[in-house]
């Protein structure tokens, strides 16, 4: 068409929608992902965009405003149910959609009209990536071997992978401090997003295994906050998942927000919906234990007082018939004191006398052994040279001197001769 020197902005907009229904005169197909899904209630009307796939973190090549009206919605639900299928829009998920181009001259508005939807397509999106990753790992038993281990009873010593000083780790932080249970907190900081993320948080998990903390830990956290689908999709890595089905605690994933799911939900212990939700969690555990034992506590002293109580009686009763008893016992006793004094004085009296006996015999004995009196009798005492007695004949060799004691005096002589009998 011919153009004019001067065009009003209707004018424009009809000759770009004029050479769209030329360039499209028919529906076309065309595959993304579905983006930013919202529907106007009233109208029964939908309204989304269609994304090209990119890579993680990344943002999309090109997007493109799409409307599904009421009319066709249901339309298409109905051929979906002929064959079987349902037919439901998701947000991440990679579609392939019959659209025609409509450009609406009144406001400019470049938009695709949703004519009809490829049931049987399956594309390779995000969401296509994480499931495929799912039941390959479900396949092997790595999901299951994290939720194999036991939530401990009282998780007060708790590890956290998360971003160093992001608001996942203050709010996780802060719920526990708040809850006024003694919480022990030990950290490995890691990359949350980006190419590195991967290789960071399982650098941090192995960074708590090898610290001298890791066999004191009773769970772990692994915790960002919200973020694109792009963002969380960092964190749909196999290593990842392998590294978590491996750790020797229970781990709690804490992903981006309640809606928001990545591949550490599945393999991870613990799904918890937000940071706060994760250590809401571990003190709930806490607080059930308390709760057990202050329930126990009630229990034992409901159930023992009452026999305190009837044991604290039969004291009493003893302690009144003890008093009584010892009351009349001098009285009682008396004569059998006197009767053991009696015993007593008499048995050591005759010990007494007997010691005595022994004695005097002792006496006698030494007195008859008094080497001055063995002298006067004619004994003699034989010495070496050194003083000391010779015993024996072998104890001396001829022509050694000796001295010989005897009453009133000694002598020294030399031995000539020695015989044994």
């Not at 009003?8 to 030329?22: C, E, F, G, Y």
């Not at 006793?333 to 005759?350: D, I, P, Q, R, T």
């Amino acid at each position: 068409m011919s153009l004019e020197a001067d065009l009003t902005v209707l004018k424009l907009n009809q000759a770009v929608r004029s050479i769209l229904q030329s360039a499209f005169p028919e529906p076309v197909w065309i595959r993304g992902i579905v983006t930013g899904l919202r529907r106007v209630s009233g109208r029964g009307h939908t309204y989304f965009q269609l994304a090209d796939p990119s890579e993680p973190g990344g943002q999309s090549p090109a997007v493109a405003d799409c409307a599904l009206f009421a009319g066709e919605r249901s339309r298409i639900s109905i051929e979906a149910g002929r064959q079987a299928k349902l037919f439901e829009l998701e947000n991440d998920v990679e579609v392939r959609i019959l659209v025609s181009v409509s450009f609406w001259d009144r406001s400019g508005r470049f938009q695709l009209i949703v004519k009809g939807f490829d049931t049987s397509f399956a594309g390779d999106s995000s969401a296509v990536h994480l499931q495929r990753l799912i039941l390959k790992l479900e396949k092997e038993g790595v999901l299951q071997e994290n939720g194999t281990l036991l939530f401990p009873e009282v998780p007060l010593s708790i590890g956290i992978v998360t971003s160093k000083g992001s608001a996942a780790e203050k709010d996780f932080v802060k719920t526990l401090d708040e809850s006024g249970y003694p919480f022990r907190v030990f950290a490995a900081w890691a990359a949350m997003q980006g190419a590195e993320t991967s290789e960071s948080v399982c650098s941090a998990f192995n960074r708590l295994v090898a610290d001298t903390h890791g066999n004191k830990l009773d769970a772990v956290v692994l915790t960002r906050g919200g973020g694109s689908v792009t963002d969380l999709a960092w964190f749909n890595d196999e290593k990842i998942a392998r590294t978590v089905a491996q750790l020797p605690w229970p781990v709690v994933s804490a992903i981006g927000h309640e809606i928001d799911t990545t591949l550490p939900d599945h393999v991870a212990h613990t799904r918890a919906k937000t940071p706060t939700h994760a250590a809401s969690i571990l003190v709930n555990a806490v607080a059930r234990f308390d709760d057990r034992v202050s329930t126990l506590n009630r229990s034992l002293v409901s159930s023992v007082s009452p026999r305190i109580q009837m044991e604290n009686l039969k004291i009493e009763n003893l302690t009144g018939n003890l008093t009584l008893h010892l009351g009349s016992l001098p009285s009682r006793k008396s004569e059998e004191l006197h009767k053991l004094a009696s015993k007593l004085n008499l048995s050591v009296m005759a010990e007494l006398h007997r010691q005595k006996s022994l004695i005097s015999e002792a006496e006698k004995q030494v007195e008859i052994r008094d080497p001055e009196k063995m002298l006067k009798l004619g004994w003699a005492v034989v010495r070496d040279t050194n003083g000391l007695p010779l015993r024996t004949v072998n104890a001396i060799d001829e022509g050694q001197t000796i001295k010989i004691s005897m009453d009133k005096g000694w002598l020294t002589a030399i031995v000539k001769e020695k015989v044994n009998d």
